[in-house]
């Protein structure tokens, strides 16, 4: 380590030390550690306009997206760790269409990938605009509204060459795809995620170090976070303004956040509660904070500014699990890395063991009210080999949404992910997420149990909580 790094982390040290302190006392943890004291009960009907749907993305679901820094990081790993075809949905997704409306969506969330849209830097491909303008009114011409999410986590290999998020004119480049995509899709779509889990990306690409590039680097991966927030910005005013010149109909521009509920291992320890509440402030709230206020910190510990306030429409949720986490040591990595397992024996856990915690959605929801905007789940999943599991991590989840609208919260829909099997990233084809099931030997599709089941409580707009 070189001398001035040490120094430097050390100041950083003794700034988290005191933040902290201000962490876990102010309101960015109050609302997630303590639990609710309301019991359930009652019946919500969901409004009419409520919308239902189911998510997937470019690179989890299209097959052979080979100009993306995943596709390259892939690579080195082995075959059964590779996107490949994947679910081929490239072609076939009208099949894939017919089935999500047999099953009464009203909504499907895709991404649209970069590295096709734009296969080098400034030469866009009209072949591949028109084959997602076809997605488009596929979903259109069955009464599913598309909802388009512009970055979910892959970057053309140019631009990966050239720094990836971590370059200074990445923010720069993404609003220049963003302009094209709205000048070329907008007329049709809607409702746009700009860019899906910035925080994750941050975590997993450039403090653990797990996704592509690999780096681990906490400068890295403030100066990435800094930018994807910028990349937010700038694609929200284009896609704004785009609109607004051609007289279409205002859209609503968001993000997708990842949330999780963070909760201590001891509740007695002061260092875990602290931990809990680092987490719960920089990983679910700073980037929505600096989106509002156009700026947001945890002093001594990071800052972000932004070139605009109030770039968000709606704060799409992607929810999954709760963490129990500890602190176990005095870096900020330290305190942000440390999990333990809950020791609670009626604790259920996805394939990939993640706890399973349901009234984790309807405390997220409370939590998040409190930015007054209109808010989207635009995840929500279960990885399982037991599709009854599955049924009843929808209906348990649905009813955190009814308890929470039933108390006012502004929720204007649901989207379960996924609507098919798919690549799960750095942990292969193993889990199984859809509700269409897929075997990736002869891309067939069968619909599952739980998809009915989740069907059956679209229809009937109701439920009991
Ligand atoms: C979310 C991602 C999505 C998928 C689910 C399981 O964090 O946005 O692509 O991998 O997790």
Redesign the pocket.
């Known amino acids: 380590m070189r001398p001035g790094k040490t120094k430097h982390e050390l100041k950083r040290i003794i700034c988290i030390n005191l933040a902290l302190i201000f962490v876990v006392v102010g309101p960015g943890c109050a609302g997630i550690l303590k639990t609710s004291k309301k019991t359930a009960g009652g019946t919500f009907t969901f409004p009419k306009n409520f919308i239902w749907g189911a998510?997937t993305?470019s690179h989890?679901v299209e097959g052979n997206n080979t100009n993306n820094d995943w596709w390259q990081w892939e690579q080195s790993l082995p075959l059964n760790m590779r996107s490949g075809r994947s679910c081929d949905e490239w072609n076939r997704f009208e099949d894939d269409f017919k089935l999500a409306q047999n099953l009464g969506l009203t909504a499907l969330r895709f991404s649209i990938e970069w590295s096709r849209v734009e296969p080098s830097p400034g030469q866009f491909d009209a072949k591949s605009l028109e084959r997602y303008r076809e997605m488009i009114l596929s979903l259109r011409s069955k009464g599913i509204e598309p909802i388009i999410t512009l970055e979910?986590?892959t970057i053309p290999l140019w631009l990966a060459k050239r720094g990836g998020w971590l370059a200074e004119e990445s923010p720069e480049l993404f609003k220049e795809f963003a302009r094209k995509t709205a000048e070329e899709l907008g007329g049709d779509v809607h409702y746009w995620i700009t860019i899906?889990?910035p925080a994750?990306y941050m975590y997993k690409s450039y403090m653990l170090g797990t996704w592509p590039p690999g780096e681990k680097s906490t400068n890295d991966a403030f100066k990435v976070i800094q930018n994807l927030a910028k990349a937010h910005v700038l694609a929200y005013g284009e896609i704004k303004e785009v609109y607004a010149k051609r007289a279409w109909k205002a859209p609503m521009v968001g993000v997708?956040q990842?949330v999780v509920i963070f909760a201590p291992c001891s509740p007695f320890s002061l260092w875990d509660r602290i931990s809990a509440g680092l987490r719960d402030k920089m990983i679910n709230h700073l980037l929505i904070d600096a989106l509002i206020r156009g700026k947001a910190a945890i002093p001594g510990v990071f800052s972000i500014k932004l070139p605009k306030a109030r770039t968000l429409d709606f704060i799409g949720l992607?929810y999954?699990t709760r963490e129990h986490v500890h602190a176990r040591g005095f870096l900020l990595a330290d305190i942000l890395g440390a999990e333990c397992i809950s020791a609670n024996p009626h604790t259920k856990w996805n394939s990939l063991g993640w706890e399973i915690y349901p009234e984790g959605l309807y405390e997220i929801i409370k939590a998040f009210s409190r930015y007054k905007l209109p808010i989207l789940i635009s995840?929500n999943?279960i990885?399982t080999d037991d599709d009854a599991e599955r049924s009843v991590f929808i209906a348990a989840h649905l009813k955190a949404v009814a308890r929470a609208m039933d108390e006012g919260a502004h929720v204007i829909g649901y989207l379960y992910?996924?609507l098919l099997d798919n690549y799960?990233?750095a942990e292969g084809f193993a889990?199984r997420?859809g509700l269409v099931g897929v075997d990736y030997a002869t891309e067939e599709r069968t619909v599952r149990g739980s998809a009915k089941k989740y069907g059956e409580i679209i229809k009937c707009g109701k439920l009991d909580y």
């Open positions: 998510g993305s989890q979910h986590f899906n889990e994750t997708a990842q992607n999954y995840e999943g990885c992910w996924s799960e990233w889990p997420f």
